[in-house]
Protein backbone atom coordinates (compact mmCIF):
# COMPACT_ATOMS: atom_id res chain seq x y z
CA UNK A 1 0.00 0.00 0.00
CA UNK A 2 0.62 3.68 0.00
CA UNK A 3 3.63 5.00 2.56
CA UNK A 4 3.77 8.74 2.41
CA UNK A 5 6.72 10.40 4.59
CA UNK A 6 7.05 14.32 5.57
CA UNK A 7 9.53 16.22 6.31
CA UNK A 8 10.60 18.04 8.43
CA UNK A 9 8.33 17.58 11.55
CA UNK A 10 8.99 21.12 12.86
CA UNK A 11 10.22 23.99 11.14
CA UNK A 12 10.38 27.79 12.19
CA UNK A 13 11.39 30.40 10.09
CA UNK A 14 11.68 33.84 10.20
CA UNK A 15 8.46 36.26 9.17
CA UNK A 16 9.06 37.08 5.63
CA UNK A 17 11.09 34.37 5.06
CA UNK A 18 9.91 31.26 2.70
CA UNK A 19 8.92 27.76 3.99
CA UNK A 20 9.13 24.48 2.57
CA UNK A 21 7.60 21.48 3.54
CA UNK A 22 8.51 17.64 1.21
CA UNK A 23 7.05 14.91 1.20
CA UNK A 24 7.68 11.71 -0.84
CA UNK A 25 5.25 8.91 -1.67
CA UNK A 26 5.47 5.23 -2.39
CA UNK A 27 2.48 4.25 -4.97
CA UNK A 28 3.67 5.02 -8.24
CA UNK A 29 -0.16 5.05 -9.22
CA UNK A 30 -1.09 7.87 -6.77
CA UNK A 31 -2.54 10.57 -8.95
CA UNK A 32 -4.04 13.42 -6.39
CA UNK A 33 -2.07 15.14 -3.28
CA UNK A 34 -3.66 17.40 -1.64
CA UNK A 35 -1.99 19.93 1.38
CA UNK A 36 -3.97 20.69 4.47
CA UNK A 37 -3.78 23.10 6.81
CA UNK A 38 -4.74 22.38 10.49
CA UNK A 39 -4.65 25.43 13.19
CA UNK A 40 -5.16 25.06 16.78
CA UNK A 41 -8.26 23.49 17.81
CA UNK A 42 -9.88 23.46 14.34
CA UNK A 43 -9.67 20.52 11.73
CA UNK A 44 -8.31 20.83 8.91
CA UNK A 45 -8.53 23.09 5.57
CA UNK A 46 -7.50 22.35 2.33
CA UNK A 47 -5.19 24.88 0.96
CA UNK A 48 -3.63 23.74 -2.11
CA UNK A 49 -4.10 20.70 -4.83
CA UNK A 50 -2.12 19.54 -7.57
CA UNK A 51 -2.76 16.01 -9.63
CA UNK A 52 -0.79 14.00 -11.47
CA UNK A 53 -1.02 15.75 -14.70
CA UNK A 54 0.51 18.95 -13.60
CA UNK A 55 4.31 19.74 -12.07
CA UNK A 56 3.36 22.99 -10.25
CA UNK A 57 0.19 25.02 -8.90
CA UNK A 58 0.22 28.52 -7.45
CA UNK A 59 -1.97 30.30 -5.07
CA UNK A 60 -1.08 33.84 -4.05
CA UNK A 61 1.99 32.77 -1.93
CA UNK A 62 1.98 29.42 -2.29
CA UNK A 63 2.77 26.63 -4.85
CA UNK A 64 2.91 23.13 -4.32
CA UNK A 65 5.74 20.89 -7.14
CA UNK A 66 5.33 17.30 -8.21
CA UNK A 67 7.95 15.49 -9.18
CA UNK A 68 6.08 11.86 -10.52
CA UNK A 69 9.66 10.36 -11.43
CA UNK A 70 11.23 11.04 -8.01
CA UNK A 71 7.79 10.83 -6.59
CA UNK A 72 8.24 13.70 -4.51
CA UNK A 73 5.99 16.59 -3.92
CA UNK A 74 6.48 19.79 -2.50
CA UNK A 75 4.49 22.71 -0.51
CA UNK A 76 6.03 26.56 -0.73
CA UNK A 77 4.76 29.12 1.77
CA UNK A 78 6.27 32.59 0.40
CA UNK A 79 6.68 35.75 2.78
CA UNK A 80 5.45 34.18 5.56
CA UNK A 81 3.24 35.51 7.69
CA UNK A 82 2.16 35.16 11.74
CA UNK A 83 -1.63 33.40 10.34
CA UNK A 84 0.48 30.67 8.79
CA UNK A 85 1.42 29.32 11.81
CA UNK A 86 0.00 25.91 11.83
CA UNK A 87 0.42 22.09 11.16
CA UNK A 88 0.57 21.27 7.86
CA UNK A 89 -0.50 17.76 6.25
CA UNK A 90 0.49 16.34 2.99
CA UNK A 91 -1.72 13.33 1.47
CA UNK A 92 -1.00 10.96 -1.81
CA UNK A 93 -4.10 9.67 -3.30
CA UNK A 94 -4.71 6.80 -5.46
CA UNK A 95 -8.07 6.76 -6.79
CA UNK A 96 -9.09 2.79 -5.91
CA UNK A 97 -7.85 3.23 -2.71
CA UNK A 98 -7.65 5.10 0.95
CA UNK A 99 -6.42 8.58 2.05
CA UNK A 100 -2.94 8.54 3.23
CA UNK A 101 -1.67 11.30 4.87
CA UNK A 102 1.77 12.21 6.33
CA UNK A 103 2.16 13.10 9.70
CA UNK A 104 2.49 17.03 9.53
CA UNK A 105 4.64 19.62 9.97
CA UNK A 106 4.41 22.16 12.43
CA UNK A 107 5.61 25.13 11.08
CA UNK A 108 6.16 27.93 13.83
CA UNK A 109 6.72 31.90 12.09
CA UNK A 110 8.58 33.75 14.60
CA UNK A 111 8.09 37.59 14.59
CA UNK B 1 -23.93 27.12 3.90
CA UNK B 2 -23.65 25.01 7.62
CA UNK B 3 -19.95 23.20 8.18
CA UNK B 4 -19.38 19.43 9.00
CA UNK B 5 -20.59 19.24 13.06
CA UNK B 6 -19.30 16.79 15.19
CA UNK B 7 -20.66 15.69 18.69
CA UNK B 8 -19.58 15.45 21.51
CA UNK B 9 -16.57 17.92 20.87
CA UNK B 10 -14.74 16.36 24.28
CA UNK B 11 -15.32 13.21 26.03
CA UNK B 12 -13.85 11.28 28.70
CA UNK B 13 -14.03 7.42 29.11
CA UNK B 14 -12.79 4.86 31.15
CA UNK B 15 -10.96 1.29 29.96
CA UNK B 16 -13.47 -0.69 28.48
CA UNK B 17 -16.16 1.48 27.92
CA UNK B 18 -17.58 1.87 24.88
CA UNK B 19 -18.16 5.06 23.31
CA UNK B 20 -20.18 6.41 20.13
CA UNK B 21 -19.31 9.83 18.36
CA UNK B 22 -21.37 11.11 15.65
CA UNK B 23 -20.74 13.28 12.40
CA UNK B 24 -23.39 15.57 10.46
CA UNK B 25 -22.00 16.41 6.71
CA UNK B 26 -22.18 19.41 4.34
CA UNK B 27 -25.98 19.53 3.10
CA UNK B 28 -25.65 17.25 0.02
CA UNK B 29 -22.53 15.72 0.83
CA UNK B 30 -22.34 11.73 -0.04
CA UNK B 31 -19.70 10.58 1.79
CA UNK B 32 -17.98 10.71 5.05
CA UNK B 33 -14.49 9.60 6.25
CA UNK B 34 -13.49 9.28 9.85
CA UNK B 35 -9.79 9.73 10.77
CA UNK B 36 -7.93 9.48 14.25
CA UNK B 37 -5.21 12.38 14.95
CA UNK B 38 -2.78 11.46 17.53
CA UNK B 39 0.69 13.54 17.74
CA UNK B 40 3.36 10.70 17.16
CA UNK B 41 1.14 9.39 14.39
CA UNK B 42 -0.73 12.55 12.64
CA UNK B 43 -3.73 11.53 10.70
CA UNK B 44 -4.73 7.94 10.25
CA UNK B 45 -7.91 7.12 7.92
CA UNK B 46 -10.19 5.08 9.69
CA UNK B 47 -13.26 4.09 7.17
CA UNK B 48 -15.56 6.02 4.73
CA UNK B 49 -18.67 5.48 4.46
CA UNK B 50 -20.52 6.31 0.80
CA UNK B 51 -24.64 6.33 0.68
CA UNK B 52 -24.64 4.20 3.30
CA UNK B 53 -21.63 1.55 2.35
CA UNK B 54 -18.48 1.43 3.87
CA UNK B 55 -16.04 1.79 1.05
CA UNK B 56 -12.95 1.48 2.50
CA UNK B 57 -10.77 0.79 5.60
CA UNK B 58 -7.84 1.68 7.06
CA UNK B 59 -5.80 -0.67 9.25
CA UNK B 60 -7.55 -0.55 12.62
CA UNK B 61 -8.95 -3.40 14.91
CA UNK B 62 -12.60 -4.32 14.63
CA UNK B 63 -13.36 -2.48 18.06
CA UNK B 64 -13.82 0.21 15.66
CA UNK B 65 -16.97 0.58 13.98
CA UNK B 66 -19.22 3.01 11.82
CA UNK B 67 -22.33 3.25 10.09
CA UNK B 68 -24.15 5.76 7.93
CA UNK B 69 -28.17 6.87 7.78
CA UNK B 70 -29.92 7.70 5.05
CA UNK B 71 -29.50 11.28 5.58
CA UNK B 72 -25.59 10.84 4.97
CA UNK B 73 -24.77 11.48 9.04
CA UNK B 74 -22.49 8.94 10.60
CA UNK B 75 -21.61 7.31 13.64
CA UNK B 76 -18.44 5.76 14.76
CA UNK B 77 -18.15 3.06 17.63
CA UNK B 78 -15.29 2.20 19.53
CA UNK B 79 -15.89 -0.75 21.93
CA UNK B 80 -14.04 -2.14 24.82
CA UNK B 81 -12.06 1.16 24.96
CA UNK B 82 -7.89 1.10 25.49
CA UNK B 83 -5.93 3.83 26.82
CA UNK B 84 -4.17 3.88 23.44
CA UNK B 85 -7.36 5.19 21.69
CA UNK B 86 -7.21 8.47 23.67
CA UNK B 87 -7.20 10.98 20.45
CA UNK B 88 -8.98 13.27 18.20
CA UNK B 89 -11.74 11.87 16.32
CA UNK B 90 -11.90 13.90 12.83
CA UNK B 91 -14.54 13.50 10.36
CA UNK B 92 -14.60 14.95 6.85
CA UNK B 93 -17.38 15.37 4.70
CA UNK B 94 -17.24 15.66 0.48
CA UNK B 95 -19.61 15.60 -2.47
CA UNK B 96 -18.11 12.17 -3.86
CA UNK B 97 -15.88 9.43 -2.29
CA UNK B 98 -13.37 11.06 0.03
CA UNK B 99 -10.04 9.95 -2.68
CA UNK B 100 -11.25 11.87 -5.25
CA UNK B 101 -11.40 15.74 -3.55
CA UNK B 102 -11.57 18.20 -0.89
CA UNK B 103 -12.43 16.56 2.18
CA UNK B 104 -14.15 19.36 4.49
CA UNK B 105 -13.14 18.73 8.16
CA UNK B 106 -15.52 18.84 11.02
CA UNK B 107 -13.61 20.40 14.66
CA UNK B 108 -13.09 16.84 15.69
CA UNK B 109 -14.18 14.99 18.97
CA UNK B 110 -11.28 14.71 21.50
CA UNK B 111 -11.86 11.54 23.42
CA UNK B 112 -9.78 10.78 26.75
CA UNK B 113 -9.80 7.17 27.49
CA UNK B 114 -8.62 6.59 31.67
Known amino acids: GENVEQHPSTLSVQEGDSAVIKCTYS??????FPWYKQELGKGPQLIID?????GEKKDQRIAVTLNKTAKHFSLHITETQPEDSAVYFC??????????FGKGTRLHILP | KAGVTQTPRYLIKTRGQQVTLSCSPI?????VSWYQQTPGQGLQFLFE???????NKGNFPGRFSGRQFSNSRSEMNVSTLELGDSALYLC?????????????FGEGSRLTVL
Open chain 1, 27 to 32: DSASNY
Open chain 2, 49 to 55: YFSETQR
Open chain 2, 92 to 104: ASSLELANTGELF
Open chain 2, 27 to 31: SGHRS
Open chain 1, 91 to 100: AAIHRDDKII
Open chain 1, 50 to 54: IRSNV
